[in-house]
């Protein structure tokens, strides 16, 4: 059984006090969904302050990036020490920092390392562009991003990662994908290819999330899927209620 998971992505959203007052609106709804597995990446700058407000509750908080190296003179960088100080989690090769920030496969597996080796647990981001969709490229870019992102690993340390399928040209467009072809992804590509690097009983344990465009309204379309077991949400995530709305989807 893979437990549902869901968690916001705040991207580069939020004061220090505008994290507090969002915080507080979603986490009486969101303590209230012990069946999901919830957690909150908001920016860098508001991590002390929001995981002093999860201290004592069952509700995770990640960063949304982190350098793979220890410390040292990598200006503007964080370390996977510093994260650990505030966070259980952490996304990583977000499609926006492939994009805008030059992130490779390769430096998306040294950090994965990185994460892991510092007792953190991976988002892993994967997914096409809209151009290798139309294509019919979907599952060899997806097959090479699982292939080269998590080289290296071992079975046991691939069966605590997260993966978040997430189709670039559906991210923060309102133009999710459908259920179905997630679902199809996820099941003939992403588990079968992790069952090829790590063995059946890992491919089978790890959670594999949709991400794109999903809100309270299409969460459900998702969540139905037998291979999809979750969400990493973007916009929906900034407003209280339809993130509670979608966590409670996540738990039916
Ligand atoms: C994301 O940031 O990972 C994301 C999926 O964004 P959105 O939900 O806004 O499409």
Redesign the pocket.
Known sequence: MRKPFVAG?W?MNKTVEQARVLVSEMLPGLQAVKAVERVLCPPFTSLMAIAAMLSGTDIGLGAQNMHWETAGAFTGEIAPAMVKEFCQYVILG?S?RRTYFGETDETVNRKVRAALAHGLTPIV?IGETLAENEAGRTAEVVSRQIEQGLKDLTPEQASGLVI?Y?PVW????GRAASGEDANRVVGDVIRPTLAKMFGNTVAEGVRVLY????TAANAAEFFTQPQIDGA?????SLKAAEFVKIVEAAAQ
């Open positions: 992505n991207k977000h926006e981001c978040a997430e559906a991210i923060g467009t991400g794109g465009s999903v990493l949400v973007g916009g929906a």
